[in-house]
């Protein structure tokens, strides 16, 4: 089977219920669409567990795509000694106040070869993915497609237009196409679909919880 989650945000104990709530097993694929990391606890143990998973893809979120970047010029600050520019503590201490903190926290507690790791994780994830399931077609994407054009090809794109344009409900994106989406929680806490849309982010970073779709059936599983 094909699942889909998005937004798990650190907690990893979540994660573990969600996989025990479907039987996860090695001949199922899972696609996760982004914001892994920031605002829970267990952020490294979550890319820990997920870097030896061979059946599950993550697609990059804006807290994933920033996290790599700001825990990059971390590590580099610590291995050269020399003090950080201005623009970076600035966009640093943004971070921190919008959910990076508790990842920063517990990416300082690595030792130099888990960072190293966990940085390629976050730097490989990729921005989007398409499938075909049943034949139904369907884009993955963390957020939506800024000024989406159906003639421009997705790798065209630049990594913030993936993340800068939440989906609308009330309006299909791509024809003959279902975009599956995080990002923005929903208001009812569960799945929801919309025009040719389908949003997954149920809330979880919020104490709400963590959605799964299972594509060839449509079945929905919460944690």
């Known amino acids: 089977m094909t699942y889909v989650i998005s937004d798990i945000h650190g907690d990893y104990t ?52 920033l996290a790599a970047r700001m825990l990059a010029g971390f590590s580099k600050m610590l291995e050269s000694g020399a003090s950080p520019d201005p623009e970076f503590v600035a ?32 730097e490989d994830m990729t921005l989007f993915e398409e499938l075909e399931i049943k034949g139904r077609e369907y884009i993955l994407v963390h957020a939506g497609i800024a000024d989406f054009d159906p003639d421009t090809d997705l790798y065209d794109y630049e990594p913030e237009d993936f993340f800068s344009s939440p989906l609308s409900a009330d309006a299909a994106l791509a024809e003959g196409k279902t975009v599956v989406v995080g990002h923005v929680p929903t208001k009812s806490g569960k799945i929801e679909r ?23 059936n449509g079945k929905e599983f919460y944690a």
């Open 194 to 216: 919309g025009e040719g849309s389908i949003f997954l982010d149920c809330g979880a970073a919020e104490g709400g919880s963590l959605g799964c779709l299972c594509l060839e």
């Open 91 to 122: 966009e640093m201490t943004a971070w921190v106040q919008n959910g990076g903190q508790p990842t920063l926290e517990a990416f300082r507690a690595l030792n130099a070869e888990e960072r190293e790791g966990v940085l390629e994780y976050l």
């Open 14 to 65: 979540k994660f573990k219920a969600l996989l025990a709530e479907i039987d996860f097993r090695p001949s199922d694929i899972l696609y996760i669409l982004g914001d892994v990391v920031d605002f829970g606890e267990e952020s490294m143990e979550l890319i820990a567990d997920l870097s030896v998973r061979v059946n599950v893809y993550c697609i990059a979120g804006e807290h994933d795509f």
